[in-house]
């Protein structure tokens, strides 16, 4: 019995300190790890893997010094090893006086300053060091028995390059998206915000993975107790591997039970550089194109970027319909049993005699006829979003019309049950971010069932709990219902429900504490 409490507080209850999953085990290198630098023992330790390379050569100075470069085959750009390492030091420097002062001593510091043309070289002395620099991308050059060594940035592995992004389309606005390679991101952003406070910090995640990522924010706008968090709660994951920003996701949003998305995401470089402008801090991981954002609150999750490439009329319009979107995709088929079920007054007579016509022949109660519906429905959009893209978008119209005809006329489901429930589905793809969709799927379903059960007094219940949830969630500190609660006036009505013309932003949204509130009428993305 006690196995079993045990096994279900780990499965259940986060750890408040170190938030640690799959303890990595010990490997027989891990002690060498800490030892001094040695070319040998790194040869003996990664020779094994047929695409980490060894080149073999000799440096003639005051005495003839043996030199390995090591880098992994497919990682490294080739060329720039022949032309800024290999080239210089065993062609071009023949015959050079530097070269008569050559020493095992004296050989790192002299083929740093003087002797290499490349622009990213740094020395090291640790095992450790090495190693990653190797498995990283990076080439190292050891020289006999020296205990340090020169790491040089010569990554050059095949990426997909700057594309548009799929998740986050636009009729008005840049093409560009983030891609898996972590530097073309930040180069990304630095052709946004060309100011030196844009911080962007390198960490590594991962015992096995060693993953690259970044922070990024502005360092007069940022909150330093936000920024002090983020690093604090990324301090404390420890795990094995780490292969993409899900896995961070979950490890530092504040409520993991939550079906409210407390982290939002984009790949889009210009929604960016708006977010880090209002204040926010970036997480950008290597490998994968999606970047997290916090603070996360409720309302940016219905707004788009391509609001600030329209008028502001049109943005407005356009926030109404992905609001009214949301309402009908969560609300919509409760409504309708709680009505078909219980409040049969509130209908009109011509209405209702047309609602009595098409029931007739269904053996099923309206909530058990919207479920079978709904769960037809999140079986269709699963299958469409899994199989081929030719054949997917196909399947899910088909399969839509041909199901809802068939059990219309087996009166299984009636005529206007179909309807609602296609009205449910084509309102939730009025909801632009898909973590948002995810949860309005979610909760809709608790509310059906009160619906069912109580009515509209279920209804209410279940949208108190709801609004008593989002009261209480935060996201690092921030409310999650901000700015309408707490209220404020001045963001509320410059860029929540409504976004106020370009002239009229004069300052940041009161979110967060912002060091400098003036924006100073700078775009954001």
Known sequence: MRSWLKMIKELTLRPKGERQIRKSPSYSFDEDLNKPLSGTKVKEILSINSDVVFREFFLQGKERIPCLLAAVDGMVDKNQLDQFILKPLMVDLAGNPEMAQLTLANIVDKTLQSLLPGLEFKKISKMGEAIDAILSGDAVIFFSDSREALVFGARGWANRGVAEPITESIVKGPREGFSETLRINTSLI??????PSLRIISLKLGDLTKTDLVVTYIEKVASPDIVSEVFRRLGTIKMDGMLGNGYIEEMIEDNPYSPFPQVSFTERPDVLAGKLLEGKVGIIVDGTPIVLVVPAVLTQFLNVNEDYYQRAMVAILSRFVRYLGAFVAMLAPSIYIAVTTFHQEIIPTDLLMSISAGRQGVPFPALLEALTMLAALEILQEAGLRLPKPIGSTIGIVGALVIGDAAVKASLVSPLMVIIISLTAIASYAIPTYDLSLAVRLIRIPLMILAGVLGFF????????????????RSFGVPYLSPIAPLRIRTLLQD???????????????????KEPQSGRKGKG
């Open 458 to 473: 279920g209804v209410s219940v279940g949208l108190y709990v709801i609004i008593i949830h989002l009261l209480t969630l």
């Open 190 to 195: 630095r052709r946004k915000i060309k100011h």
């Open 496 to 514: 929540t429900f409504v976004r106020a013309p370009w002239w009229a932003l004069k300052r940041r949204p009161q979110l967060i504490d912002v």
